[in-house]
């Protein structure tokens, strides 16, 4: 693995343990300084994201059960997330994992998911 690698992966492990302990130190849905989705406001429609920092915070917790409830579709989506981060920045992923996931109709697919999410939790209320 070379040097600039390297220095990329000690920058992102240091920055998710930042983020982490700030997510679990302050708690989104009472601190008024956290920012609110302004697609929610604006529209009063959730967008696909609505609700995860909460449930990072609850994850953080180990309250799985909330963390599904503000957002089933960010939790579900987190091994998906760090597949792609770890195909990114440290190239360890088999080629054709590599293929697989970075190929247009993989990221096609996710993006019809998103929307589905998208429309489906404004529908039902999720």
């Known amino acids: 693995m070379s040097k600039s690698r ?3 992966i000690w920058i992102l492990v240091v920055l998710l343990i930042v983020v982490a302990v ?3 130190s302050i708690n989104p849905a009472t ?11 604006v529209t009063g429609f959730k967008c696909p994201g609505c609700g995860s920092q909460r449930a990072i915070h609850s994850l953080l917790h ?5 963390a599904l409830r503000y957002n ?7 091994p998906v997330i760090a597949l792609y ?5 440290t190239k ?3 080629s054709k994992v590599d ?4 190929h247009h109709y993989t990221i096609a697919v996710l993006g019809v998911i998103v929307v589905l999410w998208w429309v489906l939790r404004n529908v039902f209320d999720w």
């Open 72 to 78: 089933a579709f960010f939790v579900a989506a987190l």
């Open 85 to 89: 981060f770890l195909n990114d920045y």
């Open 22 to 24: 700030f997510y679990f």
């Open 6 to 8: 390297s220095v990329k």
């Open 99 to 102: 293929e697989v996931i970075t």
């Open 31 to 41: 601190s008024k300084y956290m920012p609110r989705c302004v697609f929610l406001v």
């Open 92 to 94: 360890l992923l088999p």
């Open 62 to 66: 180990g309250n799985f059960i909330d």
